[in-house]
């Protein structure tokens, strides 16, 4: 299984309109992750079971509990495959990465953000997490995020001078933008993007704003 790959269940149908041929390896574990993709979307983590997912699949509950014992093992793995990562631009400017990659975020998320929001509402009160918690289950352990690789690449350009900085601060563009999404639950507009990074995040690591055009 890669989970960068692109995956469109939509385009190529439902799971269970594939039939159930047989299927082994890494076959039988993207067409059980489409499978249990469909069963989230469609009724939520609620609904999200062994037996729907395997009648989804065409498989067997055994199937399952061998490869994921637990339920939310199945669930993160799910959400992993289809948790793609977001394109971080390289432009040679600080200002220009961040809001390029807060554009992307911004595209790529907020569909994503609001059906957890909404489909994993009885996960997070069944395990008492919270969704920042499940992103970080999501990541490789050690794996930068992107706004450190962001501020890394303007230290090594000279753009940023060397020196300890908060991960709150770095961090701070994306945790916006995602707190902005929650809050109305749809994209967030290009005039926000652009002044969490030049009325907020700038000015935060000692950085002028760019001049008006």
Same mark, same amino acid.
């Given at each position: 299984?890669?989970?960068?790959?692109?995956?469109?269940?939509? /385009?190529?149908?439902?799971?269970?309109?594939?039939?159930?041929?047989?299927?082994?390896?890494?076959?039988? /574990?993207?067409?059980?992750?489409?499978?249990?993709?469909?069963?989230?979307?469609?009724?939520?983590?609620?609904?999200? +079971?062994?037996?729907?997912?395997?009648? *989804?699949?065409?498989?067997? *509950?055994?199937?399952?509990?061998? *490869?994921?014992?637990?339920?939310?093992?199945?669930?993160?793995? +799910?959400?992993? +495959?289809?948790?793609?990562?977001? =394109?971080?631009?390289?432009?040679?400017?600080?200002? /220009?990465? =961040?809001?390029?990659?807060?554009?992307?975020?911004?595209?790529?998320?907020?569909?994503? $953000?609001?059906?957890?929001?909404?489909?994993?509402?009885?996960?997070?009160?069944?395990?008492?997490?919270?969704?920042?918690?499940?992103?970080?289950?999501?990541?490789?352990?050690?794996?930068? +995020?992107?706004? /450190? $690789? $962001? !501020?890394?690449?303007? !230290?090594?350009?000279?753009?940023?001078?060397?020196?300890?900085?908060?991960?709150?601060?770095?961090?701070?563009?994306?945790?916006?933008?995602?707190?902005?999404?929650?809050?109305?639950? *749809?994209?967030?507009?290009?005039?926000?993007?652009?002044? $969490?990074?030049?009325?907020?995040?700038?000015?935060?690591?000692?950085?002028?704003? =760019?001049?008006?055009?």
């Amino acid at each position: 299984m890669n989970p960068q790959r692109e995956r469109a269940a939509g /385009e190529r149908g439902t799971t269970r309109d594939r039939g159930a041929s047989r299927r082994r390896g890494s076959e039988l /574990e993207d067409a059980i992750l489409d499978a249990a993709w469909e069963v989230l979307v469609e009724h939520g983590y609620h609904g999200f +079971t062994y037996e729907a997912v395997a009648d *989804r699949a065409g498989t067997s *509950r055994p199937v399952l509990y061998r *490869r994921w014992p637990h339920r939310d093992d199945l669930l993160l793995a +799910t959400l992993a +495959t289809y948790w793609r990562p977001i =394109a971080i631009p390289d432009t040679g400017s600080l200002r /220009e990465d =961040a809001i390029g990659f807060l554009r992307n975020a911004d595209a790529d998320r907020a569909g994503m $953000i609001t059906l957890m929001s909404v489909q994993l509402g009885d996960y997070f009160r069944a395990t008492g997490t919270s969704l920042g918690e499940l992103r970080d289950a999501l990541l490789a352990p050690g794996q930068a +995020t992107p706004f /450190e $690789i $962001i !501020v890394g690449r303007a !230290v090594g350009r000279g753009e940023l001078p060397d020196v300890p900085r908060s991960s709150r601060i770095v961090n701070l563009p994306l945790d916006l933008l995602r707190h902005d999404m929650f809050m109305t639950m *749809r994209a967030v507009p290009e005039e926000a993007i652009i002044q $969490i990074v030049d009325e907020v995040w700038l000015p935060l690591l000692a950085l002028p704003a =760019a001049p008006p055009a």
